[in-house]
C-alpha cells in the first residue's frame, strides 16, 4: 500500500504540471498572436506567482483536514477548466484572470501529497521517498516542455491549453481510483508503529552506529521542530498555525531560503526560452527544449541528494547550498557565451536544472522535518508562499529588467539572488531534524 501511495502522488502531481508549466513553452507564440509585451506576460506571470503562493498556503493548511483523494483531485479538475477557458479567450485581462485562478487552485497539489507521504513514510524515509517523489516536477515539466512547444508550434498555442486539459481530467479519475488517506483510514497502524514493528522494511540510509545510534545523535542540535507528545493528534486551528508554522524559528529560515531558490529556478523556466530565441537566435522548439533539458536534468540528482541528506542526518541546507554554487557559476557562464553557440546554453540550462531541484526539494522537506506531521500542508504552503513571492517578483522584475536594460542586467540579477541564498543557507548548515 506504501508504494501504492508513491505512485499516485507521483503521477497525480506530474499531471499538476501538465496544466502548469503549459504557458512557458507556448509564451513567444502565444504572446505574438495576442500581441502582449514582455511586460504584459510578465504580469501574468507574477500574478500567477502570486495567487499559487496564497493558493498554497491556504489550501496546504486546509488539506491537513482534507481527504488528499479527493481533494487533489478537485485540484486537478479546478485547473483543467481554467485552461480550457484561457485556450479560449481574446482578451487580456480574461487571460490574467483566468491564470491567476489557476495558480490558485494549483496550491491544491503539494499539500495532499506533503499530507501522504508525511503519514505513510517515517522522519528517516523522507530524504530518500521525496528524492523519488520529487521526479513528478521533473516528469511532468519535461513532457510539457516539449508538448506545449509542440502543440504551439503545430496546432496553434490554444491548443498548448487545451490539450493538458484533457489529460488532466484523466488525472483526477486516477486519483479517485488510486489515492487513499492515511494508513488508519484503511485499517492499518500509524507508520511509526508500522516501522518499529518492521525495522526491517524501513527504507533508512542514515549512518548507523552498531548500538544503533546514528552518529549525528551525539551532536548537539541547533534548533528543531516543536515537541509533538503525539504525532496523531489532531490540531486545532491556532495551534497549527502559531506554535508550529509562525512561531517556528526553522520555517521561517527555509522560508526565506526559498524565495531567492525560486527566483533562480523560475527565471529560467518562465523566461529561459524567450532568452534563448531573442539573444541566442534560438527557434521556438529549441526555446521550449530548454526546459525539457532543465526538467530532465533534475531528475538524477534528486534521488542521489535525497539519499546524501538522510546520510547526513536530515541537513537539508547543507546539501542545498553545495547545490547552490554551480548553479551560481552556471548563470555566469550563460551570460559570458556569444551567440551562436546554442548547444553550450543548453548544456548550462541542464547544469542548473541538474542542481536547482534538489534545493528545491530539500526546503520543502525540511518543512515537513521541523513540524508535525499533522501541519505539514500548512508547513509547505509557508515556504511554498515565500517561494512563490520570489517567483512572483522576478516574473515581473525581470521581465521589466530585459525591456529597458537588456537580458545581461537581468542574468546579473539571477546571480546577485544566488549569492543571497547562499548567504542565508549558510546559517542552516548544521541544522538538523528532532530525532
Not at 511532468?140 to 506545449?148: F, M, P, R, T, Y
Not at 495551534?239 to 531558490?261: D, G, H, K, S
Amino acid at each position: 500500500m506504501r508504494w501504492q501511495i508513491l505512485e499516485s502522488t507521483f503521477l497525480g502531481y506530474a499531471t499538476f504540471y501538465l496544466v502548469r508549466n503549459n504557458l512557458a513553452p507556448a509564451q513567444a507564440a502565444f504572446g505574438d498572436a495576442m500581441g502582449y509585451d514582455k511586460t504584459m506576460l510578465g504580469t501574468i506571470i507574477t500574478a500567477t506567482a502570486i495567487s499559487y503562493g496564497i493558493g498554497k498556503f491556504i489550501m496546504g493548511g486546509m488539506s491537513d483536514r482534507s481527504n488528499p483523494r479527493v481533494f487533489m483531485a478537485t485540484g486537478l479538475i479546478l485547473s483543467a477548466v481554467c485552461n480550457f477557458l484561457f485556450g479560449m479567450a481574446t482578451d487580456y485581462h480574461a487571460h490574467l484572470f483566468l491564470w491567476s485562478m489557476n495558480g490558485f487552485f494549483q496550491g491544491m497539489g503539494w499539500g495532499p501529497c506533503g499530507r501522504s507521504l508525511g503519514h505513510w513514510f517515517a522522519l528517516r524515509e523522507r530524504g530518500t521517498i521525496f528524492g523519488v517523489w520529487n521526479i513528478a516536477h521533473n516528469v511532468g515539466g519535461a513532457a510539457i516542455g516539449a508538448l506545449s512547444g509542440y502543440l504551439a508550434k503545430n496546432y496553434g498555442w490554444e491548443n498548448a491549453f487545451i490539450v493538458p486539459g484533457i489529460i488532466a481530467l484523466v488525472g483526477a479519475a486516477y486519483l479517485i481510483w488510486r489515492l487513499r488517506d492515511t494508513p488508519q483510514s484503511v485499517g492499518l497502524p500509524p507508520v511509526e508503529s508500522y516501522i518499529k514493528r518492521h525495522p526491517d522494511r524501513a527504507l533508512d540510509f542514515s549512518k548507523k552506529n552498531p548500538d544503533g545510534s546514528s552518529a549525528q545523535d551525539q551532536e548537539p542540535e541547533l534548533l528543531h521542530h516543536p515537541d509533538v507528545e503525539d504525532p496523531e493528534r489532531e490540531l486545532s486551528t491556532k495551534e497549527l498555525f502559531v506554535n508550529y508554522i509562525l512561531t517556528n524559528p526553522a520555517l521561517w529560515l527555509f522560508a526565506l531560503c526559498n524565495f531567492f531558490v525560486y527566483i533562480g529556478r523560475y527565471s529560467l523556466l518562465d523566461w529561459g526560452p524567450t532568452y534563448l530565441a531573442e539573444e541566442k537566435g534560438a527557434t521556438l522548439l529549441q526555446g521550449g527544449n530548454s526546459n525539457t533539458i532543465f526538467e530532465v536534468a533534475g531528475i538524477f540528482s534528486t534521488l542521489l541528494v535525497g539519499w546524501l541528506s538522510d546520510r547526513l542526518g536530515g541537513r537539508r541546507g547543507m546539501v542545498s547550498l553545495l547545490c547552490l554554487i554551480p548553479i551560481l557559476l552556471s548563470v555566469i557562464a550563460i551570460w559570458m557565451i556569444p551567440p551562436g553557440h546554442l548547444y553550450l546554453d543548453l548544456f548550462f540550462f541542464g547544469v542548473i536544472g541538474f542542481f536547482i531541484y534538489p534545493p528545491v526539494m530539500l526546503l520543502g522537506v525540511a518543512g515537513l522535518d521541523f513540524t508535525s506531521k499533522k501541519a505539514v500542508g500548512a508547513a509547505a504552503g509557508f515556504i511554498g508562499l515565500f517561494g512563490y513571492a520570489g517567483r512572483a517578483v522576478q516574473g515581473t522584475g525581470l521581465g521589466w529588467i530585459a525591456e529597458n536594460y537588456g537580458w545581461n542586467a537581468s542574468l546579473s540579477a539571477i546571480a546577485v539572488c544566488m549569492v543571497l541564498a547562499i548567504i542565508l543557507l549558510s546559517f542552516t548548515w548544521k541544522l538538523r531534524p528532532h530525532t
